[in-house]
């Protein structure tokens, strides 16, 4: 069985933070900071999501200039 995980991208690692404290003591995650990226990024099995602030994307964009 394989279940997808939305993406969700916060502006600031605030606001990641902001939103696994909704999560801590109720769902099961997991929570990793990137000092490459200087980002925070929580995969939470509960909700299914990935909370970032991460802008892959944008990232992608700004590296073909």
């Known amino acids: ?5 939305g993406y ?9 933070i ?3 404290q909704k999560c ?3 769902h099961r995650q997991q929570v990793c ?10 995969i939470c099995f ?4 990935i909370r ?3 802008d892959f994307e944008k990232e992608k964009s700004e590296s073909e200039k």
Not at 46 to 49: A, F, Q
């Open 24 to 26: 801590e003591g109720k």
């Open 46 to 49: 509960d909700c299914k999501l």
């Open 8 to 16: 969700i991208i916060y502006g600031t690692i605030d606001n990641v």
């Open 33 to 42: 900071y990137s000092t490459y990226h200087n980002a925070l990024t929580q």
């Open 1 to 5: 069985m394989t279940e997808k995980f």
């Open 18 to 20: 902001s939103n696994i």
């Open 52 to 54: 970032s602030n991460i």
